[in-house]
C-alpha cells in the first residue's frame, strides 16, 4: 500500500467509448503523474500536475485529457481510443515536482481498447 | 538525442552481489538519479537515490561518479525475491523527468 489509489483497476473499452481513470492520493503530496506502460517499452510521462497546474504534456494525443480538480485528485478523460493504446496507466504522486522527490505510485489501471 | 540507458536484462544467483549500470549523459545539473523497482502487475516502488558519490540504504548502495553521466545500482546478496525489473530515473537538461527503459533483474536458485 503506497497511499495512491487508482480506480478502475482493468478497464476494457471499445474504440468509440467514453471512460476515465481515476487516482487518489493521500499522502499530502503536489504534484501528481500520469505514466503509460506498454510492453516492451519504458515507462512514459504523459502528464505532470504540480499544484494543481499541468506543467508537463508530453506530446501525449488529445485523445487522453487529463484533469487535476484539487491536488489529492487525478483523473485522465480517455475518448475515441486506438488498439494501441493499449497498456498500464501507472499514476504517481510526490512532494513537488522535483527529481529529488520521491515518486509514490499506485498499482496501475490496466487498459485494453478493442 | 541524449537518452538514459541501462541494459535490458541481466541474471544473477542467491547470495551474489548485482550490480546495474545507467548512462544519463544529458542529466542536468541540479537534478538527482532515483532507482526503482517494480514487481508484476505493481507501480514501480523507489529503492535508492543519490546526487554525488556513493549513497547507502538498508537494501542497496548507489555509486555516482564525479561526471555524474552514470550511475551504478549495487544489491548485495541477491534473493530470489529481488527478481524484478529496476529503473533508473534521472532530471535532465530541458527540465524533463526520463526513465530507463528498466533491466530484468533475474535471480535463479
Known amino acids: 500500500e503506497t497511499g495512491v489509489t487508482q480506480t478502475p483497476r482493468h478497464l476494457v473499452m471499445g474504440m468509440t467509448n467514453k471512460k476515465s481513470l481515476k487516482c487518489e492520493q493521500h499522502l499530502g503530496h503536489n504534484a501528481m503523474y500520469w505514466y503509460k506502460q506498454s510492453a516492451k517499452k519504458p515507462l512514459e510521462l504523459m502528464f505532470v500536475y504540480n499544484f494543481k497546474e499541468q506543467t508537463e504534456n508530453n506530446s501525449v494525443p488529445s485523445r487522453f485529457s487529463p484533469e487535476c480538480p484539487n491536488s489529492s485528485h487525478l483523473f485522465l478523460h480517455l475518448h475515441t481510443l486506438q488498439p494501441e493504446d493499449s497498456a498500464l496507466y501507472l499514476c504517481?504522486?510526490?512532494?513537488?515536482?522535483?527529481?529529488?522527490?520521491?515518486?509514490?505510485f499506485g498499482p496501475g489501471t490496466r487498459l485494453t481498447v478493442t | 538525442l541524449a537518452k538514459t540507458t541501462q541494459p535490458i536484462s541481466m541474471d544473477s544467483y542467491e547470495g551474489q552481489e548485482v550490480n546495474i549500470t545507467c548512462s544519463h549523459n544529458n542529466i542536468a545539473t541540479n537534478d538527482y538519479i532515483t532507482w526503482y523497482q517494480q514487481f508484476p502487475s505493481q507501480g514501480p516502488r523507489f529503492i535508492i537515490q543519490?546526487?554525488?558519490t556513493k549513497v547507502t540504504n538498508e537494501v542497496a548502495s548507489l555509486f555516482i561518479p564525479a561526471d555524474r553521466k552514470s550511475s551504478t545500482l549495487s544489491l548485495p546478496r541477491v534473493s530470489l525475491s529481488d527478481t524484478a525489473v529496476y529503473y533508473c530515473l534521472v532530471g535532465e537538461v530541458g527540465n524533463k523527468l526520463v526513465f530507463g527503459a528498466g533491466t530484468i533483474l533475474r535471480v535463479k536458485s
Open positions: 504517481a504522486s510526490s512532494q513537488a515536482r522535483a527529481s529529488r522527490n520521491e515518486q509514490y
Open positions: 543519490g546526487y554525488k
